[in-house]
């Protein structure tokens, strides 16, 4: 089935520094998403983008589907932006496929 | 619009006990999923439906988990006998009819078997 592999497992910034988190999947994906879990553990849609590259605010999505990657840049970190980041896809189905997430802590 | 809403937030049991969760999705929404998330790694399904109707269940532990939408609104999951492997979060989803790439989570259940 399925997989999704995140890197990097955890990443520690300075406050106003760019974050560059990537999602690898081993199988075309229809759709792809990018999460943010809050510390108390809601999950938030950011972005869904399958292919190409998406803005909104602070972050850009690019995913190259041929090459079953995807990557979410984070300009200009807030010590707000801490928390886990989590990529998921799926294949024309309802089940999205999580891969375990990327934890950033910006400090201050 | 209020959002998914979940019930407990926490759960502390020992090994053996039952524990239900209850899950309210957006009004309207068609589709409910329900997730488990262990500490440290991605949500995974465990199942889920369209109305009452359950769709797949096939990553669900059907020994001693099951779970029920009766009526196609709420949810519950329930775990007859639990284990120190079922600690985890438990989150519940909903998505709107035709749109099940846009899915709305709600805060989850703590559990914690001990």
């Known amino acids: 089935g399925q997989q999704v592999q995140q890197s990097p497992a955890s990443l520690v910034l300075q406050e106003g520094e760019n974050a560059e988190l990537q999602c690898n999947f081993s199988?075309?994906?229809?759709?792809l998403q990018w999460f943010y879990q809050s510390p108390g553990g809601s999950l938030v849609s950011l972005l869904s983008?399958?292919?190409g590259t998406k803005h909104t605010g602070r972050l850009t999505s690019t995913t190259v589907t041929k090459e079953r990657r995807s990557s979410l840049h984070i300009s200009s970190s807030q010590t707000t932006d801490s928390g886990t980041y989590l990529c998921?896809?799926?294949?024309?189905?309802?089940?999205?496929?999580f891969g375990a997430g990327t934890r950033l802590k910006v400090i201050a | 619009e209020a959002g998914v809403t979940q019930s407990p937030r926490y759960a502390v049991l020992q090994e053996g006990q039952a524990v239900s969760f209850w899950c309210d999705p957006i009004s309207g929404h068609d589709t409910l999923y329900w997730y488990q998330q262990p500490r440290d790694q991605g949500p995974q399904l465990l199942v889920y439906f369209r109305d009452e109707a359950v769709i797949d269940n096939s990553q669900l532990p059907s020994d001693r988990f099951s779970a029920v939408r009766p009526k196609g609104t709420n949810s519950t999951l329930k775990i007859q006998s639990a284990k120190q492997g079922d600690t985890a979060t438990y989150l519940c989803?909903?998505?709107?009819?035709?749109?099940?790439?846009?899915?709305?989570f709600g805060p989850g259940t703590r559990l914690l078997v001990l």
């Open positions: 998921a896809t799926n294949t024309g189905n309802y089940k999205y496929v």
């Open positions: 199988s075309t994906a229809t759709q």
């Open positions: 989803a909903s998505s709107p009819q035709g749109a099940g790439d846009t899915q709305y």
């Open positions: 983008n399958p292919s």
